[in-house]
Every structure is written in structure tokens, then in C-alpha cells.
T-cell receptor
Framework: GAVVSQHPSWVICKSGTSVKIECRSL??????MFWYRQFPKQSLMLMAT?????????EQGVEKDKFLINHASLTLSTLTVTSAHPEDSSFYIC????????????FGSGTQLSVL | QKEVEQDPGPLSVPEGAIVSLNCTYSNSAFQYFMWYRQYSRKGPELLMY????GNKEDGRFTAQVDKSSKYISLFIRDSQPSDSATYLC????????FGSGTQLTVLP
């Protein structure tokens, strides 16, 4: 199946710093990428949807100035958590959807963010 | 009421048992139905993908969709300890909506 690479897999940072998470589709072009957040023992919560070359669409309650999403190419989307605080600590997962046989949704391996 | 309801478990079964995982949904607009497996601190892995009522089989896994009852199931035959994970149902119209996940443990 299609491969989605997400980096880093684990990051620890100090409060107030910014963290960038990358999501790449390795063997297909992703017309749409999604960013999710998952707390322990809970399901995935959609944060935002990004289409290549356009602004991301954020879900209600998600601060777009805090969670900056850039989808500059058909194979790369980035999520930047700006001025991170301990309450931003969570598991962040990206997914990518292509076209044709790759129209299904494939997930990255996730990034565990811990803000001290 | 949530759009997708899934019993969170936890569910423990002995090795070799048949496992039945279920979800119900309320939105008849959902067109695609998926089951994902998620190991701890990993991204979800797509197991099964269907868009019509009926059964779809892939190895030890069978996905069942009943659109009239708004009910989907995943059956795992001859369950193995390596099947121990959280199983998420998911449904799509424009976006994917997940169930809360069922934590499964298969005991050796």
C-alpha cells in the first residue's frame, strides 16, 4: 500500500518554543492531507484539512494561528505548533489521500509531542 | 448522539478465538466504511475498506456492512496475540469520522 512518512516520531521541547512536524507521501501525490490529534485512549480528532496550494480548513475550536499548516507540494505538508505549551502535548498524526487507487486514506506513524 | 458509536472495550479473548468488533452510525450519507488497526503510539493502519453493503473478506479478516441497519462489523478468525491493538472503525462522506476505538487483547 501507499506509504506516508511522518517526522519526527518523538519530540520534547520547552514551553514557548515552536515545533514543526513533517508529513510526506512517498509513492503517490496527495491532493489532500489531514492532521489529527489523539489523546491517550481516545480516538483521532480531526484538526484541519489541507489541499495543495491553498489555505488549510480548520475544525471548530482549533486555533489556526497556533497550528500552522503548510501544504506546499503534492507530497509534503507541515504542521507547526507555535509557542507550544504543556496542554499541547499530544500525539499528532497526519494522513494523506491521493487519487485513483490511492484515494483511500493512509496515515503517518504519528508524532508524540511533549512540552515541558 | 455521536455520528459513530463504538464500544471501547477493553476486549480480551484467548488465542484462536473469533473476534467480533462493531460500530453503529447515524448518518446515512456515509459512503465508505473502513477498519483501521492502531498499535500503541503508532499511526492507524488500514485493514479493510468497503463502500457497499455485504461482506468483504481478506485473509482472517471479514468486514460486514449493513446500511439498512447502519451497522458495520469486523470479524477476526483464529485470532493471534499479534492482533492485540486498538481497532477503529471509520466512515467517510467528505471527511473521515472515526469511532472511539476498541482495545483488543488476544491472550496466548
Amino acid at each position: 500500500g501507499a506509504v506516508v512518512s511522518q517526522h519526527p516520531s518523538w519530540v520534547i521541547c520547552k514551553s514557548g518554543t515552536s515545533v514543526k512536524i513533517e508529513c510526506r507521501s512517498l509513492d503517490f501525490q496527495a491532493t489532500t492531507m489531514f492532521w489529527y490529534r489523539q489523546f491517550p485512549k481516545q480516538s483521532l480528532m480531526l484538526m484541519a484539512t489541507s489541499n495543495e496550494g491553498s489555505k488549510a480548513t480548520y475544525e471548530q475550536g482549533v486555533e489556526k494561528d497556533k497550528f500552522l499548516i503548510n501544504h506546499a507540494s503534492l507530497t509534503l505538508s507541515t504542521l507547526t505548533v507555535t509557542s507550544a505549551h504543556p496542554e499541547d502535548s499530544s500525539f499528532y498524526i497526519c494522513s494523506a489521500r491521493g487519487t485513483g487507487d490511492n484515494e483511500k486514506l493512509f496515515f503517518g506513524s504519528g508524532t508524540q509531542l511533549s512540552v515541558l | 448522539q455521536k455520528e459513530v458509536e463504538q464500544d471501547p472495550g477493553p476486549l480480551s479473548v484467548p488465542e484462536g478465538a473469533i473476534v467480533s468488533l462493531n460500530c453503529t452510525y447515524s448518518n446515512s450519507a456515509f459512503q465508505y466504511f473502513m477498519w483501521y488497526r492502531q498499535y500503541s503510539r503508532k499511526g492507524p493502519e488500514l485493514l479493510m475498506y468497503t463502500y457497499s453493503s455485504g461482506n468483504k473478506e481478506d485473509g482472517r479478516f471479514t468486514a460486514q456492512v449493513d446500511k439498512s441497519s447502519k451497522y458495520i462489523s469486523l470479524f477476526i478468525r483464529d485470532s493471534q496475540p499479534s492482533d492485540s491493538a486498538t481497532y477503529l472503525c471509520a466512515m467517510m462522506k467528505e471527511q473521515l469520522t472515526f469511532g472511539s476505538g476498541t482495545q483488543l487483547t488476544v491472550l496466548p
